[in-house]
């Protein structure tokens, strides 16, 4: 079943999109008369599937006004950074340059004329989604510029630039592992 979901066409987002959900056994309601209809409803999307799809759309629209425009499949980790220097001028993260008075510092005390650029999570999340759009919309792994070796070196760079700068450590989160419960020790075998 494909739904279809309209949205406002002043929308500078999505004007339409299909949902595909497999059949369920309760999607059929028995009438009176013997036959059956199908029970519609759209499906809901989780948040971060809704954000994954504007992002998507997004990097569409840029690369639909580059010049030259650009197709997908010729779209290269190049045209990715491109994209995502485009997008810093966005940002809301304070980044102190060297010469700032507070380069370093978490909180400063007062203002300053430092750039607002995106946060490096920002970019990081973006980058995953972006990735996981490009192969649910039929791009090969191996050609998914989202995961080009200067993608990866950039945004390691702009981490550890902005860790610098604003005085906060991006250290890699442990996983927490579950409880393991102590096995209990077994009796040596009798020797008799």
């Known amino acids: 079943m494909n739904p279809t979901r309209e949205m406002d066409s002043s929308s500078t987002e999505i004007t339409s999109f299909t949902i595909n959900t497999p059949p369920s056994n309760n999607s059929m309601v028995g009438s009176p008369s013997g036959s059956s209809t199908a029970a519609t409803s ?27 425009p ?5 779209c290269s980790g190049a045209h990715v950074l491109e994209f995502l220097r485009y997008l810093d001028q966005f940002g809301k993260t304070k980044v102190h340059t060297q010469l700032c008075p507070f380069f370093g510092h978490p909180d400063p005390p007062a203002p300053c004329p430092c750039p607002l650029r995106q946060a490096w999570g920002s970019l990081d999340a973006l980058i995953g989604r972006l990735r996981a759009a490009y192969e649910e919309n039929g791009g090969k792994p191996e050609a998914n510029p989202f995961g080009a070796r200067a993608v990866r070196l950039y945004l390691r760079e702009i981490r550890d630039s902005q860790s610098k700068a604003r005085g906060i450590s991006y250290e890699k989160k442990k996983r927490k592992r579950p409880l393991q419960q102590p096995q209990q020790a077994l009796p040596p075998p009798n020797s008799s």
Do not use: A, C, I, V
């Not at 759209?42 to 030259?68: A, I, M, V």
């Not at 650009?70 to 010729?74: E, G, T």
């Open 70 to 74: 650009l197709s997908l499949s010729h």
């Open 42 to 68: 759209p499906t809901t999307l989780s948040r971060y599937e809704n954000q994954k799809r504007r992002d998507w759309n997004t990097f569409g629209q840029y690369l639909r006004n580059h010049r030259p």
